[in-house]
T-cell receptor, first 112, second 114 residues
Framework: NAGVTQTPKFQVLKTGQSMTLQCAQDMNHEYMSWYRQDPGMGLRLIHYSVGAGITDQGEVPNGYNVSRSTTEDFPLRLLSAAPSQTSVYFC???????????FGNGTRLTVT | DQQVKQNSPSLSVQEGRISILNCDYT??????FLWYKKYPAEGPTFLISISSIKDKNEDGRFTVFLNKSAKHLSLHIVPSQPGDSAVYFCAASYRGTNAGKSTFGDGTTLTVKP
């Protein structure tokens, strides 16, 4: 049981490049979400999904796109990377509404 | 406007003593509160939670207290151990149509000195 798996662990992009951060969970959780953590700050919600085919925006959605074609996978796409998107990205999932979130180990992204 | 605030960025305590981490919130719709612990280069992991219908929840060395009138919660760790050194995040979620999204504070870095 791997839990929540994020790839890659590290990534360096040039401004304007696009890429996809991968997230997969094997716990059959309906709810999945993406957070970013900037230095000295908490986790800010980018996008979330309550089930396959359903996604919605969080606090900081601009510049990011998501889709949820299966229960297991929830990729995050950066459309045109900007230095302001340099951050650590965490994917998380949970079962029932107030169940704790299960986090992946993060992707550290640097945009130059 | 930040709805969940952890006003102490850092806390240092001696091994064996009590650690008290504080969290304030502004949204009275929040009805569930969780604490997560995060080590460097890892994702946060769940520590303990409390529902708004309770004022205390205990799990081993960890106790969370909720004061709804003050919109304040605190995490007590007794006794503190060096392995407790980590960043602690307070998070809150609420009923309604928001699917139980969690809002996080900025975290408190706890250092437990041997």
């Amino acid at each position: 049981n791997a839990g929540v798996t994020q790839t890659p662990k590290f990534q360096v992009l040039k401004t304007g490049q696009s890429m996809t951060l991968q997230c997969a969970q094997d716990m059959n959780h309906e709810y999945m979400s993406w957070y970013r953590q900037d230095p000295g700050m908490g986790l800010r919600l980018i996008h979330y999904s309550v089930g396959a085919g359903i996604t919605d925006q969080g606090e900081v959605p601009n510049g990011y796109n998501v889709s949820r074609s299966t229960t297991e996978d929830f990729p995050l796409r950066l459309l045109s990377a900007a230095p302001s998107q340099t951050s650590v990205y965490f994917c998380a999932s949970r079962g029932q509404r107030h169940s704790p979130l299960h986090f992946g180990n993060g992707t550290r992204l640097t945009v130059t | 406007d930040q709805q969940v605030k952890q006003n102490s960025p850092s806390l240092s305590v001696q091994e064996g003593r009590i650690s008290i981490l504080n969290c304030d919130y502004t949204n009275s719709m929040f009805d569930y509160f969780l604490w997560y612990k995060k080590y460097p280069a890892e994702g946060p992991t769940f520590l303990i939670s409390i529902s708004s219908i309770k004022d205390k929840n205990e799990d081993g060395r960890f106790t969370v207290f909720l004061n709804k009138s003050a919109k304040h919660l605190s995490l007590h760790i007794v006794p503190s151990q060096p392995g407790d050194s980590a960043v602690y995040f307070c998070a809150a979620s609420y009923r309604g149509t928001n699917a139980g999204k969690s809002t996080f504070g900025d975290g408190t870095t706890l250092t437990v000195k041997p």
